[in-house]
C-alpha cells in the first residue's frame, strides 16, 4: 500500500485541529466555570517573545490550509486574523476542516515530485513538496499546536495527552 501525501497531511491535520478545537471548549469551560476573564487565557502566552493563545491557533490553522493548498496546487486562502473568542476560533478551525477536506485527493497525486513555493522572509523560497510537508507544514503545524495547548495547561485548564492527541 502506497501513501500519498494527501495521506500524510490532510487526514493529520483534521485530527489535530478537532483535538484543538476540544481543547480550546475545554479552556472556555475552565474560564467560565472559574469566573475567569477569557481574554486572559486568549492573550496569554508562555513567554513574552512568544505569540499569544489566539495568534498560536490562527498559525496552526495557517499552516494547514497552506500545507494542504501548496502540496496539492491549489489557491491558499486567505482569512483574516480576526478571532476575538473562544467561539471565533472555533469557527476558524471548523473553516480550515471544511477547506482542506474539499480539496479533492486526486490533486495530491504526482505532488511527491512537485516543486512549491512558499512565502518567506526575506524572500519566497522553492520547495519539494514532500520536503514541505515533512520539514515545514508538519513541524511547524504542531509547533503551534502543541504551545496553544501549552499555554491552556500552564494557565491551569485539565487538559491530558488524550486531549492533544484526539480521536485516532
Same mark, same amino acid.
Request: aromatic residues 10%; without cysteine.
Given at each position: 500500500? +502506497? *501513501? +500519498? %501525501?494527501? @495521506?500524510l ?6 485530527? #489535530? !485541529?478537532?483535538? !484543538? ?7 472556555? /469551560?475552565?474560564?467560565?466555570? $472559574?469566573?475567569? @476573564?477569557? &481574554?486572559? *487565557?486568549?492573550?496569554?502566552? %508562555? ?5 499569544? *493563545? #489566539? $495568534? &498560536?491557533?490562527?498559525l496552526?490553522? @495557517?499552516?494547514?490550509?497552506?500545507? /494542504? ?13 480576526t ?26 497525486i ?17 520547495? =519539494?513538496?514532500?520536503?514541505? %510537508? ?5 513541524? =511547524? ?10 499555554? !491552556?495547561?500552564? =494557565? ?8 492533544? !492527541?484526539?480521536?485516532?
Open positions: 500500500m +502506497s *501513501l +500519498s %501525501l494527501y @495521506d497531511s490532510v487526514p493529520v491535520f483534521v485530527q #489535530s !485541529l478537532e483535538a !484543538l478545537a476540544v481543547v480550546l471548549k475545554k479552556a472556555a /469551560a475552565h474560564a467560565e466555570a $472559574r469566573k475567569i @476573564d477569557a &481574554q486572559i *487565557l486568549l492573550s496569554a502566552r %508562555l513567554f513574552p517573545d512568544m505569540f499569544a *493563545l #489566539s $495568534r &498560536q491557533v490562527q496552526a490553522s @495557517d499552516f494547514a490550509k497552506g500545507g /494542504a493548498a501548496r502540496i496539492a496546487g491549489v489557491d491558499v486562502p486567505s482569512y483574516a486574523d478571532e476575538a473568542s473562544f467561539e471565533d476560533l472555533d469557527a476558524r478551525i471548523a473553516k480550515t476542516i471544511s477547506f482542506i477536506t474539499s480539496i479533492p485527493k486526486e490533486k495530491f504526482g505532488a511527491e515530485s512537485r516543486d512549491i513555493t512558499v512565502p518567506m522572509r526575506p524572500e519566497p523560497r522553492v520547495f =519539494n513538496a514532500l520536503v514541505y %510537508l515533512r520539514h515545514g507544514a508538519l513541524p =511547524n503545524f504542531f509547533f503551534h499546536t502543541t504551545t496553544a495547548y501549552d499555554i !491552556l495547561r500552564h =494557565n491551569g485548564v485539565e487538559l491530558t495527552k488524550r486531549d492533544f !492527541l484526539g480521536v485516532y
